[in-house]
Antibody, heavy 123, light 110 residues
């Protein structure tokens, strides 16, 4: 079945780095744009980053720009998020999500979500 | 990239209809017909309910409908049911490969 599985979260000290991974299965990964979205404990959803199907177009949230890098490996059906200089306010569940594609066109919404990976930044 | 504004909470009795508003700016909601809505239960991943402002994915009840006027999008839920009690978020494309979510609305079924 169509599935996204995130990994790479954990406890990190302030100033540290993490590389989050998202493994896709059950669909042709290379046909879809992907995004990372996070949710701090008890808070709302925050879009983090976007990558087009062919990696030629990327977008980053202003609040994290300069500290994050999104990438994907279509041969491995996987997407990644490198987060550097981690701060306490980066503590959140990080979701990967598939972009909606209808009749070959992007609809700029997210139809499949992973279960999330928890990132905790604390000393 | 300021969050879209949603009411913190909306409530209704079973069978009633409710509407959740989502107010953005001319740079996001007002510029694109690309507002989506998500339902989230506690501890669960969000679920897409509406995309492109008013389209429902396969499997989503037709009790859910979306619309937009100017810089404000809306999600309507008719025939409110106990299972509709959840958090709801709007999201808009904001140009240059960026998106912005709403502040979220807790729907309570009385």
């Amino acid at each position: 079945q169509v599935q996204l599985v995130e990994s790479g979260g954990g406890l990190v000290k302030p100033g540290g780095s993490l590389r989050l991974s998202c493994a896709a299965s059950g669909f042709t990964f290379s046909d879809y744009p992907m995004s990372w979205i996070r949710q701090a404990p008890g808070k709302g959803l925050e879009w983090v980053s976007y990558i087009s199907s062919g990696s030629n177009y990327k977008g980053y949230a202003d609040s994290l720009k300069g500290r994050i890098t999104i990438s994907r490996d279509n041969a491995k059906s996987s997407m990644y998020l490198q987060v550097n200089s981690l701060r306490a306010e980066d503590t959140a569940v990080y979701y990967c999500a598939r972009g909606v594609v209808v009749a070959g066109s992007n609809s700029d919404a997210f139809d499949i979500w992973g279960q999330g990976t928890m990132v905790t930044v604390s000393s | 990239q300021s969050a879209l504004t949603q009411p913190a909470s909306v409530s209704g009795s079973p069978g009633q209809s409710i509407t959740i508003s989502c107010t953005g700016t001319s740079s996001d909601v007002g510029s694109y017909n690309l507002v989506s809505w998500y339902q989230q239960y506690p501890g669960k991943a969000p679920k897409l309910m509406i995309y492109e402002g008013s389209k429902r994915p396969s499997g989503v009840s037709n009790r859910f409908s979306g619309s937009k006027s100017g810089n404000t999008a809306s999600l309507a839920i008719s025939g409110l049911q106990a299972e509709d009690e959840a958090d709801y978020y709007c999201c808009s494309y904001a140009g240059s490969g960026t998106f912005v979510f709403g502040t979220g609305t807790k729907v309570t079924v009385l």
